[in-house]
């Protein structure tokens, strides 16, 4: 009798066990998916910004200004904290000669990419001052 508790005992043991093991199993593979899910949008974020740039530099290179500034604020109604809508925006107004506006355009662009300014916004805006003190 007490060789039969003994194993009722461990069966239990054996099968409380295994339920914990196929929980944790569960769990984890929810968490995978999840992951999964959020790298997959990360991704399709990334090409949708390369399409973005691709399209406004292309348009710019063509001299279509107006089309890169509407191009720019369909994205921006998307994604308003995207540094690459107020870049593109102030090359269009730049070569339009809205100054002022680029200025105002490449400033919002170092709020949102404070690492740009060396290297990108900071000449684009001193060759922009530049331009402006010519004008006077």
């Known amino acids: 009798m007490e060789t039969s508790q ?3 005992r461990q069966l239990r043991w054996i099968k409380w066990s295994a339920v914990g093991i196929a929980i944790s199993f569960a769990a984890i593979a929810g968490a995978l ?3 999964s899910l959020n790298v997959d949008e990360a991704m399709e974020e990334e090409v949708d ?3 973005f740039s691709d ?3 292309e348009l710019l290179e063509q001299g279509k200004e107006r089309e890169v500034l509407e191009l720019s604020s369909e994205r921006e109604k998307t ?3 995207d540094p690459n809508v107020f870049w593109y925006r102030a090359k269009a107004q730049y ?3 809205q100054y002022a506006e680029a200025l105002t355009s490449l400033r919002k662009t170092e709020d949102l ?3 740009w300014h060396d290297e990108s916004t900071q000449p684009f805006i001193r060759a922009i001052e530049r331009k ?3 004008a006077k």
């Open 49 to 51: 910004k390369n399409t």
């Open 113 to 115: 990419a404070p690492t």
């Open 55 to 57: 399209r406004a530099l």
């Open 79 to 81: 994604h308003p904290k």
């Open 95 to 97: 070569q339009m000669n």
């Open 132 to 134: 402006m003190e010519s």
């Open 33 to 35: 998916t999840t992951m």
């Open 6 to 8: 003994a194993i009722l």
